[in-house]
């Protein structure tokens, strides 16, 4: 059983499109990462969020952190063919310290 | 430059064999992940280790096993090898604490033929 949720799966969609990742638990993180992989590559961080109902934005990706921090969204506007990869999102959960949990990973792939 | 180096990049070898994948992480960074990664999947976690301690064991077989030394870099064995062991096999290192983000190395490819 995964800690972290992610859906959907696997993801197909056009160019221009947008969409909407999820990152669900039953626990409480004290705080939580998105990670884009791409083929052949490690996963790179690219954004942390800490405070319940928190949101960030990296350029057309919107980062959002529940409110009662035990979900995350990653939402793209306008999606490229540059986006596809791997979205993987992690954290730490309250009360199990240094230990960095994954989710299995939502696939995208964005088509021209 | 994510300060986390694999080591090989690439591997090949025969099946039944045994092969050492190494991890060096970042400076500072206490905390070593092994994730095995196979084509088109997610990274399925196999080991965590934290100062040289075991500190969560995933899905990881008992042909495998890790250490992590006293210099905090960290080797991953994968003996009896068998074809369905091709994949890719990523280390990540992290702070934790204040720090948890994950910084992954580039990974090591292991083919089995």
């Known amino acids: 059983t995964q800690l972290l949720e992610q859906s959907p799966q696997f993801l197909s969609i056009q160019e221009g499109e947008n969409l909407t990742v999820y990152c669900n638990s039953s626990?409480?993180?004290?705080?939580l990462q998105w990670y884009r992989q791409e083929p052949g590559e490690g996963p790179v961080l690219l954004v942390t969020?800490?405070?319940?109902?928190e949101v960030k934005k990296l350029k057309r990706l919107t980062f959002q952190f529940g409110d009662a921090r035990k979900d995350s969204s990653l939402h793209i506007t306008a999606a490229q063919t540059g986006d596809t990869g791997l979205y993987l999102c992690?954290?730490?959960?309250?009360?199990?310290?240094?230990?960095?949990?994954f989710g299995a990973g939502t696939i995208l792939r964005v088509k021209s | 430059d994510s300060g986390v180096t694999q080591t090989p990049k690439h591997l090949i070898t025969a099946t039944g064999q045994r092969v050492t994948l190494r991890c060096s992480p970042r400076?500072?960074?206490?905390?070593v992940y092994w994730y095995q990664q196979s084509l088109d999947q997610g990274l399925q976690f196999l080991i965590q280790?934290?100062?040289?301690?075991?500190?969560a064991k995933g899905n990881i077989l008992e042909r495998f096993s890790a250490q992590q030394f006293p210099d905090l870099h960290s080797e991953l064995n994968l003996s009896s090898l068998e074809l369905g062991d091709s994949a890719l096999y990523f280390c990540?290192?992290?702070?934790?604490?204040?720090?948890?983000?994950?910084?992954f190395g580039q990974g090591t490819r292991l083919t089995v033929v």
């Open positions: 990540a290192s992290s702070a934790l604490g204040r720090r948890p983000e994950a910084f």
């Open positions: 992690a954290g730490e959960a309250v009360g199990d310290g240094n230990k960095l949990v």
């Open positions: 400076s500072g960074d206490l905390s």
């Open positions: 626990s409480v993180f004290s705080s």
């Open positions: 969020v800490v405070t319940g109902g």
């Open positions: 280790y934290y100062n040289g301690e075991e500190r």
